[in-house]
């Protein structure tokens, strides 16, 4: 009974498929969080006679043959790099991207991650860092005298201090792009670090080029459609039901068989 492991296929497949809608839905709230989508491929098949073969001494050909196929198989797990809503914070230290690109992070080992949440904070020496405590790359220091802070859309940051008429530029924030960037490998924290998929990071100026332009005192919310995510759990939902049923039903088709006397 071929069946019995087939059902079985698509069981795995669509509790994939939930875990999946499931983590999407979970991270609603989270800052610059892009969802998932699962895509399925059918598995290898069993020729019981191949399309094409010979069917008689003469040459004539079998016109579709006779394929059993054996089941599924998760094929990829994509992640949809769409742009979020926008929401309003009025903290000066909050930074959308409109568009392409990414923070750069420096993390506790050296290496350089990469985040669409620009939730901003100051550590104790100014340092802007996330709410992890990672340094933004470039570092930018924000004076402790500074009065107010302003991030235009090109990534200066300026301040302006005491005494002082017009703002000073404390440093300029740089953004990353890739060739692949659903080739990105998610990491836990809003970070991303970069893969052979994904190709090397191409860096540059906000709002130049292909960079997207920032936005201060904004969040990049996450680009999850809660209707949607709803509607594609409540489908998994059954085709997980449909396939338990085929299960249940060549289990049956079994006891027939072996009920005979």
Known sequence: MLSL????????????????ISN??????????????PEFQDLIYQNKERPGATSSDIGTLVPSGIQVGLGVKPGAVYRIMEQ???E???????IAIAGRGFFQIQTPNGETAYTR???FGLNADGDLVTDQGY???PNISI?????DTVINPSGEVLVKQPGQVSYSNVGQIQLAVFPNEGGLEAMGDNLFMETESSGAPITGNP?????GKLEQGILENSNVDVVEEITRLITAQRAYEMNSKVIQTSDEMMGTVSNIR
């Open 5 to 20: 492991d087939i059902g079985a296929t698509g069981m795995l497949a669509q509790q994939l498929h939930v875990n999946v």
């Open 24 to 37: 999407n839905i979970a991270n609603m709230t989270t800052a610059g969080f892009k969802r998932q989508r």
């Open 84 to 86: 979020g809503s926008f």
């Open 88 to 94: 309003v914070t009025t903290n000066e230290y909050d």
């Open 117 to 119: 949440a620009g939730n």
């Open 135 to 137: 340094l933004l790359e």
């Open 143 to 147: 004076p402790d005298d500074a009065l």
């Open 207 to 211: 709002n130049e080029d292909v960079f």
